[in-house]
């Protein structure tokens, strides 16, 4: 069994072709290749901005309610907002909110889970430039968020979330950035959506079965069939194979059609599999889950730590195994508050009720904070501590001598977690009894009473870890004084922190 090496990384991969930030990060292993029988879901969320935790509860609405999507004339494609009906009812759900994403109107959200063990991930999927520049201005639709949480108020499957992507693009249009693809999975197999842009409301959908891996960075669909509409491992628009004729990129009466190869990327060096990817490929990772099986859910958080994968641009990190006829406030959930290369997996459920102020939002890296004042609503929970910053800080200490501190910090990292581990192996089953007996607020309170200590304990433990490797640095030597007057940077894309030992020819030998 072998994963992928948290220290060191071969000198080749620090030529590896870097792609745009803003992207993402989603994993899918089936349920015959999970140590537990249930579907496994592994991600990170890429964005400059904030990232809190939400717990939203289920709500019904009222007839003529309405809800607002869509983009701004601020998005790099300008768009213009509108409203669409909102649904009589929508189910409880725990997402990784976040506030920046120009011409994308906070708060946003990647996905999540939700009541039903649904799960969504959002990741990036750029589409070849004739559809970007085929879009009409101003655009109107439904966003990549928006499908997001539409999909967890909404769906009790995951078939059901890619039948109601493809309804709401119908109905309402499709706004985009360039092009997107949505990992939606439930106890059961996995679902690839990808949509594209160019204002014909195009879409497309995969399934991912029991015995499926697949990674998606960015995301991915290969070959379609003729038949797809008919076919239940296929989905898409009725326009998927005839927009590809009227515009010459397939032949008239195709059996297939390579969504990649005809709707994706036209790049030099682009491939579904090994294109496009920062430091190691979608197939290298593909190929280490496959060989873990049976994949645990200790192995797949290893994955989403990878210092490849969870650097500076991690916002947060999640891992969830849905299983089969899970009680609505026992659906699991391990969510890092940022990069988890430096930061714990804490479980939540879904039955907690209360998050703790300091995972909620902060002025941290959210939009607008350096050219506004707090609310003052706000003022509490702003004068807590920020779990997003703590280990933010964590990262970047680290990061000052990965080889010295980074096996460090793992080994508690992974450490604290087999503790949850052991705690959650006697809360579940308690709280199952309590919900048998008719106590489901009892169970309730245990929940909420494990998940939100285990979280101030992770930040305890963050505390310790920060002072040890600051003092450490101190009294060896020193804080490196900054080079340059610019403390952002200057280039989207631009790696300026992370822990790989070789990414950085210009750090010293002894500092890696």
């Known amino acids: 069994m072998q994963r992928l090496d948290l220290v060191l990384v071969s000198a080749s991969l620090a030529l590896a072709p870097v792609s745009p930030a803003l992207a993402s990060y989603a994993f899918y292993v089936g349920k015959n290749l999970t140590e537990g029988g249930g579907v496994m879901i592994g991600g990170t969320g890429e964005e400059v901005s904030s990232h809190w935790l939400e717990i939203v509860p289920a709500q019904a609405h009222d007839d003529g309610e309405t809800i607002e999507v869509g983009v701004t004339e601020a998005a790099s494609i300008p768009g213009r907002l509108i409203e669409i009906p909102q649904a009589s009812e929508t189910f409880r759900y725990l997402s990784m909110s976040y506030s920046d994403y120009e011409g994308f109107p906070a708060p946003l959200t990647n996905g999540g889970i939700n009541e039903h063990s649904v799960a969504v991930r959002d990741v990036w999927a750029p589409n070849r430039d004739e559809l970007v520049e085929m879009t009409p201005t101003p655009q109107e639709g439904l966003q990549y968020s928006d499908l997001a949480r539409l999909v967890l108020e909404r769906a009790t499957t995951a078939r059901e979330g890619v039948e109601l992507i493809g309804e709401l693009i119908a109905e309402h249009g499709y706004a985009t950035y360039g092009g997107n693809t949505h990992l939606i999975a439930d106890a059961d197999e996995g679902w690839v959506v990808w949509e594209f842009a160019g204002g014909q409301g195009l879409w497309a959908a995969e399934r991912l079965g029991p015995d499926d891996v697949r990674v998606l960075y960015p995301g991915y669909i290969e070959e379609v069939p003729a038949d797809y509409l008919d076919n239940p491992d296929f989905a898409g628009s009725e326009n998927l194979f005839g927009f590809a004729v009227e515009q010459g990129w397939i032949e008239e009466g195709a059996g297939s059609l390579n969504v990649f190869e005809v709707y994706g990327s036209q790049g030099d060096g682009d491939e579904a599999r090994t294109g496009g990817y920062k430091y190691v490929t979608q197939a290298e990772i593909e190929d280490e889950l496959a060989g873990m099986e049976p994949v645990t859910v200790t192995e797949m958080a290893a994955m989403v730590r990878d210092p490849r994968i969870a650097d500076d641009e991690a916002g947060y990190g999640q891992v969830a195994e849905l299983v089969a006829d899970t009680d609505p406030d026992l659906v699991r959930i391990w969510v890092a508050p ?132 600051e003092g450490h640095l101190h009294l060896t030597r020193g804080l490196a004084d900054p080079e340059g007057a610019l403390i952002n940077d200057q280039w989207e894309g631009g790696e300026t922190v992370n822990c790989l030992a070789q990414a950085d020819p210009d750090r010293p030998s002894d500092e890696q």
């Open 338 to 469: 940022t990069g988890s290369v430096t930061a714990p997996f804490n479980p939540w459920w879904l039955g907690v009720r209360q998050v703790p102020p300091q995972y909620a939002q902060h002025r941290y890296l959210t939009k607008d904070a350096a050219s506004s004042f707090l609310n003052p609503d706000y003022r509490d929970q702003e004068a807590t501590e920020f779990a997003g910053r703590t280990f933010k800080r964590l990262m970047y200490l680290t990061c000052a001598r990965p080889g010295a501190y980074l096996p460090i910090v793992v080994e508690a990292l992974e450490g604290f977690e087999a503790q949850s581990m052991e705690g959650v192996s006697w809360v579940e089953p308690a709280a199952r009894a309590l919900i048998g007996a008719g106590d489901r607020d009892g169970a309730v309170s245990l929940l909420t009473h494990y998940a939100t200590t285990r979280a101030d304990e992770a930040l305890e433990m963050g505390n310790v870890m920060v002072d040890a490797l």
